[in-house]
């Protein structure tokens, strides 16, 4: 009796051991083809948390090819028909002092641009010739456009730069110099980047 309930136990177990040893390979083996952790979600949030919201704020609309820290990216900082009321003469956009990236005024350009979205990508039209200046200590940047920057269309200004070194959320501030007599500038919105 007790060398049939052996035989009966030993098969047994060692089925379940050829199942345990199967599971422990399977999972070898699916933690070598998991896919890569996803590169840039590319878009800002669609929601989004503000400590002191204050009607005075404005979100705009930017795309930006990487979220990924001291990766390189492409940031489209755009400025839609519906974000400004007059044509931009001069455009100051301020920059975060925590933002450590270095910007360089021959990577950046003014463009005419394409929106994309599900079956596109957001992409230049045409570069609009302007003159771009970036303050020392990188905190600003002044865009003179050769010919004012007109309402109907959605323009943006490219920068290509390496992503900062540490995470965070950055505010960027856009303030326009309407034409005409008075050169005053008033805020058009703020740009939330979000690096992860």
Known sequence: MVNQLFRFCIPGTLALGGLTAGLIGSSVM?????PPKARAQ?????????WENSKDYKK??????STIRRDRATYYLMLKPKDRKTAILK???SVPDYFD???????????????GGM??????????????EVSEDQTSIEVFPDTPIPTEDTYAVVMKIFNPDQRGMFQFNALAQAPGDVPMGGYLGSWLIDIN
Not at 30 to 34: P, Q, R
Not at 60 to 65: G, V
Not at 107 to 114: F, I, K, Q, T, W
């Open 101 to 115: 990236a270095k910007i360089k005024p021959n990577n950046l350009s003014l463009c005419l641009v394409h929106l």
């Open 30 to 34: 699916l933690e070598s083809i998991t």
């Open 119 to 132: 079956l596109s990508r957001t992409r230049c039209k045409e570069e609009v010739p302007a003159i771009f």
């Open 60 to 65: 705009l609309y930017y795309w930006q090819s």
């Open 42 to 50: 590319a878009t800002p949030a669609l929601l989004e948390f503000r």
């Open 91 to 93: 455009l100051s956009i």
